[in-house]
Each structure stands twice: as C-alpha cells, then as structure tokens.
C-alpha cells in the first residue's frame, strides 16, 4: 500500500470508528460497511457506493409498489432477477466478497454481504428485513404487509430462495451431523454490531488462511473496536502479533487473555512458551 493510500486507510478506520461508537440502533450499517471496504482498498469511493445504494432502493420501491400485493416476492425477484445478485460460488473465498463496494459492482458476494445488500434495499423498498446470523450461513427475515396480511418469510440471498424452518434445521444437520436441534436461539435478529463483526471475521479468517497477517490483524482489531470483550479474539490477536514478530505485545494479549480463565490455557500456555523462546534468540 502506498504512502497516501496508508493514510486514506487510516482515515478510513478512524471513521468506523466514531461510526460504531454510537448506540448500536443508530449505526449506519452500510456506511459502516463501506469504512470496512475503504480501509481494505483506499480507493473505494465510499459516497458514491451510498448513494448507488439510494438509488437502487428507489428503483427497489418502484418494482415493489407496482406488484404490492405480494410484496417480499416482488422484491426477492427485483434483487435476484432484475438485478441478478447472487452467491460467488467459483470464488467463496475471496476476500472482496467481504467487501460491500466490490458486492455492489459485481451483484456477487458471501451470505453475509449478500443479507447486507437485501437489507439495505429492502428497507428503502419498504420491506422490513432482519439479519439472522444462522450458525455458518447468514440469512434474512423479511416481513412487509399486503392485500393478504402481514407476510414474513425467511430468505436465503446467497442461494437466492426462501427457505423454512426445515431448510434451517438441514443446515445445522449438515454443520453438526444432525446433533444440534433447531432452536429460536438460531433464528433470532442479529444487531449491527454482529453483522459487522461477521464481515470482519471472515475478513480475518481467509487473510491467516492465506498468511496475510497484517491484513489479519488490522480485521481483528476492529471487531475489538466492536465489542472490546470479545476474548477470542484477543487470542487471535496475540497469535497475528507473534506472527508479525511483534513478540511484546503478543506476550502481553495471550497473557491477558490466559487471566480470564481460557478453556483452550494449555495450548496458550504453549504459545507463551514459543513465543519467549523466539525471544530469547533475538537477545
């Protein structure tokens, strides 16, 4: 990265979070998930992708008013067909399926980001939506009132369908091997703050797949930003900081985090151990 593109980053961060800072009801949840995408690539445009997004719901009300005695049916084909968002399935694992810009330029991304775009539409549209931050795949719930009543659906943006509660419970059978039940638990509305924490682990997750560990940590770092409690990833974090050979620190994180009665002490306990042998040879 550049000198100026470092500086529009940082820029970038420090805008998420003043963002995040306020109560989660009042965070913006796609400015703040184009902050995530300028920090990634300074040369994002996050204005411009703002207002793409206005005027895609606008065009999303439109399509909806016209066809408003079934509404969420008219918007899942004004999202799917109309404007042809749909899951990246050739390349999951790409990190810019992370990223809310390249979503919206390329009608391709991750469960997650594609839940993001629906739900922003879709509020424009008038159609109340909720993420669900179902175990391993994000999903929406939508709800809207027409000629019929008030209709609620749960819809799956990266598969583009609605699905039931029976398509959920195959879901988990297929994570869990069929030991975990459904429950409402599973189903609930997940806040901003979780939806933006989602983004950025996966974020963290292909980049320490790949050993981009400053790009790692800069993600894990602001999911901290999110819920400064969030103990895993202060692990993650003095795990990335060893990585980068920035021992103190790491030593520091991993010890904080074995104070707080960590289930997983003794493989920390471990990585203390590694850590003060890499030191004692820099000595």
Known sequence: ????GKLKAAEARRRFENLVAQPDAAID??????LVAAEEKPETDVEHYRARLFELGLAARAYVAARSWQPIDAFNEFVFR????????GSYYDPRNSLLSYVIDERRGIPITLSLVYIELGRRAGIEVD???FPGHFVVRARADSARGTETQLVDPFNRRTIDEDDCQQLLDGLY????????EHLRAATNREILARILRNLKAVYAQTNRHRRALAAVDRVIVLDP???DERRDRGALLAQLGRYGEALSELETYLARAASDADAVREQLKKIRAQMSMLN
């Open 229 to 231: 409690e969030a103990r």
């Open 82 to 89: 109309e404007l042809g968002f749909a899951g990246n399935q």
């Open 131 to 133: 993420g669900v931050g």
């Open 177 to 184: 091997g069929g030991q975990i039940a459904l429950m409402q």
């Open 1 to 4: 990265m550049t000198p100026a």
């Open 29 to 34: 949840l796609a400015h703040a998930a184009l």
